[in-house]
């Protein structure tokens, strides 16, 4: 018992291995469409271009700049210190500092007396203070504190207060003083050049992409048999030559199907004429054992041409058009009944699909007939999925091997070897039955049945 559960165990086991590789993982998260990954591969470099620049400039630059503007204003401010200890006289030391804040651009004051605040302010929230900071502490050598909340007559401002022996010296910083504003204009421009390339880039990949995309849709359409004559090749070089190659190849097989379908039809038209001749030779010789024979070898002759006329029909130039496929399948199934089928007919209301009418129709009484000479009951279902549609014809039969499922398409191909029509045709009704689903974009597939027989789905693109 446990030996068959590790064993039924160990396909799961592969197949959630094989879900959980990585590179499962990764090309589920790329886009599916070709704009998408375009527009992924345009942005991927761009964006590391632009990190790896910001990176560079805030380490080497920025950093480099807000670190000498504050050697500057530290240099400044260590020169007012020292200064201001060098003159005695109040009068005199006021002076000297409203002289220094109209040179520096710096607001000094002195508070005679004061002490620092022994609870100073947290550290320095920015890197202008934190910069201004280390900058002071290597040139001021006195005790100092910097705030960075704003003060009420300076918004913009950081304020510095330095321990003298007869008071605090209190220094308003505007951040300006600090920073520059080229640095946010290199910024600005830098990430506004990137919105802009992306946004050329995408439009012209976008027109790449719509190129493409009108050209899998005209072989897609073509594949279904539907012509597209206002198709031109547009796009890039490559672009332009695929799309000229598809219009090379589109000609060549319309050519070679034309000319298919008129050797089958001129060579079955003109046989004809002698079989009918033959027929009233041999009704006129009488009634003989050999004449019989003979007359059954020009019905098998004449019920060939038949098939060869209804291949060469599978392929004609008949167009698609929009019909009701419901009234369609009503109108095979009627027409099927009134020789005597037994046939239940299961679909929607209605349900419109762009066809050709005739070909299709021959191709389901094909099936259907088929599937009444072998079983005693037929059932036509019609079931719409997400774009397409699935025709079922069952029927309680003996139904066909797995091996021989493909090998029935064959032209000419019989389960039952011996060419008596009473046991079968010619073999050519699930050939033409297939020629048709193909040239609709579809195809049949041949399953076991529900009902104990055989199943024929015909997959129908809408």
């Known amino acids: 018992m446990s030996s068959s559960r590790t064993e039924a165990a160990a396909p799961r086991l592969v197949r959630a291995r094989k879900r959980r590789r990585p590179g499962g993982i990764i090309k589920a998260m790329l886009p599916r469409t070709l704009f998408g990954r375009s527009i992924l591969i345009l942005a991927t470099p761009l964006i590391l271009v632009q990190g790896v620049t910001i990176k560079v400039f805030n380490d080497r630059l920025w950093d480099t700049v807000v670190r000498r503007l504050a050697n500057g204003v530290a ?19 006021q002076a000297l500092l409203a002289e220094a804040g109209l040179s520096t651009e710096l607001h000094f004051t002195q508070l005679p007396d004061a002490r620092l605040a022994e609870a100073p ?121 695929a799309a000229a190659a598809f219009l090379v190849m589109r000609e060549r097989i319309q050519r070679q199907i034309t000319q298919r379908t008129e050797m089958l039809a001129g060579v079955s038209h003109d046989l004809r004429t002698p079989l009918t001749r033959m027929r009233l030779e041999l009704e006129l010789l009488g009634d003989g054992e050999d004449i019989q024979a003979l007359k059954s070898d020009v019905d098998e002759m004449q019920q060939m041409v038949e ?22 399948l009503e109108d095979v199934v009627a027409t099927a009944r009134r020789d005597g089928a037994p046939i239940s007919l299961s679909a929607p209301e209605e349900l419109h699909v762009a066809v050709r009418r005739d070909a299709l129709r021959r191709c389901i009484l094909n099936l259907i007939g088929n599937a009444a000479r072998y079983g005693g009951h037929v059932w036509v279902t019609l079931l719409p999925g997400r774009g397409a549609v699935d025709i079922m014809v069952d029927d309680d039969g003996p139904g066909i091997p797995e091996a021989l499922r493909e090998a029935v398409f064959r032209p000419f191909f019989r389960l039952e070897t011996s060419r008596n029509r009473s046991t079968g045709g010619v073999g050519l009704g699930l050939t033409i039955a297939r020629d048709i689903m193909l040239s609709h974009g579809g195809d049949i597939s041949l399953e076991v049945s529900p009902q104990g027989g055989l199943r024929a789905r015909l997959h129908l693109p809408r």
């Open 75 to 93: 240099g400044e401010i260590a020169l007012t210190v020292e200064a201001s200890a060098a003159t005695p006289e109040e009068i005199v030391r």
């Open 121 to 241: 302010p947290g550290p320095p929230e920015t890197v202008e203070a934190d910069t201004l900071a280390i900058s002071l502490a290597e040139r001021v050598h006195l005790p100092f504190q910097i705030d960075d909340g704003e003060h009420p007559e300076w918004p913009r401002a950081l304020t510095v207060s330095i321990q003298l022996p007869d008071g605090v010296l209190r220094v308003l910083v505007p951040r300006s003083r600090l920073q520059t504003g080229n640095a946010y204009q290199v910024l600005f421009w830098m990430l506004g050049m990137s919105v802009l390339t992306f946004g050329v880039g995408g439009i012209l990949l976008r027109n790449q992409a719509r190129s493409l995309h009108r050209l899998a849709v005209a072989a897609e359409a073509f594949g279904k048999g539907r012509d597209v004559p206002d198709f031109k090749p547009q796009g890039a070089t490559e672009v332009r030559q």
């Open 307 to 328: 098939g060869y006329l209804s291949f060469a029909r599978g392929e004609g130039n008949e167009a698609p058009q929009v019909v009701d496929l419901v009234s369609l």
